[in-house]
């Protein structure tokens, strides 16, 4: 799992690839979470990403939860493959994706 953040501003862009799961959960959240306090934008690329677990979806959550105070999360090009999860577990209804 890689992550490549870009700063523009207050707006954050993170282009995600491969999974994030329990083994990759803990850099995936330092990566996305390192300087977020003055962000009010945050837009997750997931064009790249394979795959989900629930870790993966409790990062989600937490980012979902911050960003709900200080401004937006965006999640675009979503695969099959994810978005399937999304909607399996209801995230598809209490996330913004493009």
């Given at each position: 799992?890689?992550?490549?953040?870009?700063?523009?501003?207050?707006?954050?862009?993170?282009?995600?690839?491969?999974?994030?799961?329990?083994?990759?959960?803990?850099?995936?959240?330092k990566k996305l979470?390192?300087?977020?306090?003055?962000?009010?934008?945050?837009?997750?690329?997931?064009?790249?990403?394979?795959?989900?677990s629930s870790a993966?979806?409790?990062?989600?959550l937490s980012l979902?939860?911050?960003?709900?105070?200080?401004?937006?999360?965006?999640?675009?090009?979503?695969?099959?493959?994810?978005?399937?999860?999304?909607?399996?577990?209801?995230?598809?209804?209490?996330?913004?994706?493009?």
């Amino acid at each position: 799992m890689t992550i490549q953040t870009t700063r523009d501003g207050g707006k954050l862009y993170a282009r995600v690839q491969g999974r994030i799961d329990t083994n990759t959960v803990g850099e995936a959240e330092k990566k996305l979470k390192d300087g977020i306090e003055s962000v009010t934008e945050l837009v997750l690329d997931f064009k790249e990403m394979d795959y989900i677990s629930s870790a993966g979806l409790r990062l989600l959550l937490s980012l979902q939860k911050i960003m709900n105070r200080q401004g937006s999360l965006k999640i675009t090009n979503v695969s099959e493959a994810v978005m399937e999860i999304f909607e399996v577990t209801g995230f598809s209804d209490i996330l913004t994706i493009e």
